[in-house]
C-alpha cells in the first residue's frame, strides 16, 4: 500500500502555463525529465512558430528576478517556483533581437508577435519612447488594428496607444491626443496589417534603447554598472543612463566571453587581445548573460552566412505569400475603385433622378398653371365670343340704322328736290303775279284812281333775290357731292388703291434666289495624275515590297549575364535610394510631430524622466542612436578596456 502510494506521488503530472503575447497555454503537460528544449519545442508547434531562433522562455525566479529557462538543462533542476495551483508558469517573448527588421523577420507571425512585444515594452515605459515618435507609433498601430481611418472607430483607448509618461508631460487633453493620432493615421491609407506593422518596426528599431536588454554587472572597482546585450554588440552604461554606451564594443570587435563559475567573473578578449573582467550582481542571472551572449553572437555570424535551405525555403514562401497578398490587394483595391465607381455612378444617377424628378414637378406645374391659364382664356375666350356676337349684334342694328338713316336722307334729298322745284315754280307765279300786278298798276295809272283802291301785301319769304334758290341749290349739291366721295372710301378710311399698287408691293416683297454657277469638270490629264498620287499614298512606304526577311543572331549569353547583373545592381540601388527616402521622410515626421507638440509642454519637469533630458541634448546635438554608438567605439579596443576598468 505504501508503494502505491509512493508511485502515485513519483507519477503525479507536472503542468505549465505559457503565456505568449496573443494568447495563454494552459495546462502543458511537462515530463519530469523534459529539458527547456523539449518545452520550447512543443510551445513553437502549438503556435505554428518557424523562426523560432528569436525567441525563448522566461520565468520569474523565486527572488523575483527575471530569468530565461536554460535549454539546455532539465526544467525541474532550474529555480522555477510553483504558481498557486501548482503549475509552472512562463512568458514567451523574444530572446534575440535582430539588425534589421525587415529582411531578417520572414513570417507574419513573427514579426506579429515582434510588434506586440515592442508594443508592450513601450506602453509599461520599459522602452524608452520620445513624444513625437511615440504618436508616430501609435498611428501605425492603430492602423493595423483597425484599418483605414472611418468614422465607424470609436473614440481611441489612448492608454493602449501612448505611455502615460508622454501624457503627464503635456498639457493637452484626450481629444487633443486623439485628433493628432488620427491626423496622422489619414496619412497611411491604403496598409495592411502587415505593413503597418512593419512600418511601426521599423520606426521603432531607431529608439535608442531598442532590442537591449540590460543586467547590473560591476568591474573590478565595485562600480555599478548595466551591461546592454544588443544585436550590434555590448554596450556597458553607467547611472541611470541607459540611451548613451560608455564604451561600446561591436561583435566583430569581440574575440570570445568565457566565465568562471568559482570566481563568478566575466572574461570578455578582445581582437587586439585586451580582457574585460566583470561580474553580476546577482548570481541567478550569471547563466542568462552567458546565454545572450553566446545566442547573440552566434546570430551575428549567422546573418554574415549564406542562408541555410530552411530559410531559404522560408523566404520563398514569404515571398510567394506577399506576392499572393499584393494580387489579392491589388484585386481588392481594384474592386474598391469599381465599387466607388459603381457608387459615384449610382449617386450620379440618384441626382440625376432627383434633378428630373424636380424638372418633372416642375413641368407638371407648368402643365397646371398652362391648364390654369388655358382655362381663364377659354372663358375669357367664350366671353370675347359673347361679346363679339353682341358686338356684331350691334354693328348689324347699326348698320340696318346707318341704311334706315341713308334711305331718309335720300327721301330728304327727294323732298328738299321737291320744295326747291315748288320754291321755283312759286318764284315763277310770285313773278307771274308780280307781273299781273304791274299790268293792273299800269292799267290803274291809266285808268282814274279810286279811293277804294286796295294794296297787294307780298309775303317776304317769296321777295328774295333770284340769285337765293341757285345759290341754295349749289349747296345742295355740293352736299351730295360729298356724300359721293363718302361713299367711294374703302374700309379702313382711305381712297381705293388700284390693283397695280398691291402687285408692286407684292414684288418688291419677294426675296431673290441664289444664282448656282455650275461646276466643269477638271481635264482627264489632272484627274489622271490625282489618282495615281492618291494610289501612291496609299500604298506602302517605298523599300517595302521586295525586302528579305533575315533570321536574328543567336543571343550571346554573356549578354544576359550582363542584364542579369543590371538588374541586381538596380535593385540594390532601388532598395537603397527607398531606405534613404523612409529615413528621410521619417526624420520629417518626427521634426514636424516636435514642433506639433513642443508648444504644449508643462513647464514643471516633474513628470520629465532622465531620459527625456538625455533624448533631448542628443536631439540638440543632431545625434540618433546609431550616431551616439559609433562615437562610444571611437579609439582602439584596448583603450575602451582601459575606460571600463577607470569607471
Known sequence: MGGFSLLSRSTKPIYAKVSTMEADLDRIVLERTWTGRNLF??????????????????????????????????????????????????????????????????????????????????????????PEASVLLASFAVQAMHGDCTDDVGPLDLEKLLPKSVI????????????????????????????????????????EMYGILYYPICNKKETDLHLGISAQGLGI????????????????????IQFKSKKRLFHMKTVDKSTISFRSRECSIDSSILDLCIGTHNLYLRRRQPDTLEVQQMKAQAKEERQRRQQEMAKLLHEREERLQA??????????????????????????????TNDQLSEKARHSEQEALLLH???????AECHRLSMSHVKSEEALLLMERKAREAEIYAQRISMSLADVSLETNRKPHYSSQTALVVDPMWAGPPTSLSTGNGGIMSNAGSHHQLMTLD??????????????TTSALMTPQPRQIPTRPPPPHLQQQANHQQNVNIGPPNGYYGQISQHPAPP???????????????????????????????????EELRRDIDGLKRDNSGATREYDVIHAQNVALGLDKFSTM??????????????????
Open 237 to 256: 552604461y553607467k547611472g541611470g543612463n541607459r540611451i548613451t554606451p560608455r564604451p561600446f564594443f561591436s561583435w566583430s570587435e569581440i574575440k570570445n
Open 556 to 590: 550571346d549569353p554573356s549578354i544576359g549575364q550582363l542584364y542579369e547583373l543590371q538588374n541586381i545592381r538596380g535593385e540594390l540601388e532601388k532598395s537603397r535610394n527607398e531606405y534613404a527616402q523612409r529615413a528621410r521622410m521619417f526624420k520629417e515626421h518626427l
Open 41 to 130: 519545442d512543443a510551445v513553437c508547434r502549438i503556435i505554428g512558430l518557424r523562426e523560432v531562433w528569436f525567441f525563448g522562455l522566461q520565468f520569474t525566479n523565486k527572488k523575483r528576478i527575471p530569468c530565461w529557462l536554460q535549454m539546455d538543462k532539465t526544467i525541474c533542476s532550474q529555480d522555477v517556483p510553483n504558481e498557486s495551483d501548482g503549475s509552472l508558469h512562463f512568458l514567451f517573448l523574444v530572446k534575440f533581437y535582430p539588425e534589421d527588421v525587415e529582411p531578417e523577420l520572414i513570417l507574419d507571425l513573427t514579426r506579429h508577435l515582434f510588434f506586440l512585444q515592442i508594443k508592450q515594452a513601450i506602453l509599461s515605459m520599459d522602452l524608452y519612447c520620445s
Open 343 to 372: 457608387e459615384k455612378e449610382c449617386n450620379e444617377l440618384k441626382a440625376k433622378m432627383e434633378r428630373m424628378n424636380l424638372e418633372l414637378n416642375k413641368a407638371q406645374e407648368t402643365i397646371r398653371r398652362a391648364e390654369e
Open 491 to 504: 374700309a379702313f378710311g382711305n381712297p381705293y388703291a388700284g390693283s397695280g399698287m398691291t402687285s408692286m
Open 393 to 399: 349684334k350691334k354693328a348689324s342694328e347699326a348698320e
Open 630 to 647: 559609433r562615437m562610444s567605439m571611437r579609439g582602439a579596443p584596448r583603450q575602451r578596456v582601459e575606460t571600463f576598468d577607470g569607471m
Open 168 to 207: 503627464d508631460q503635456y498639457d493637452m487633453s484626450a481629444d487633443m491626443w486623439r485628433e493628432r493620432i488620427k491626423r496622422w493615421w489619414m496619412n497611411n491609407a491604403g496598409q495592411t496589417r502587415e505593413e503597418a506593422e512593419m512600418e511601426y518596426l521599423r520606426v521603432a528599431q531607431d529608439l
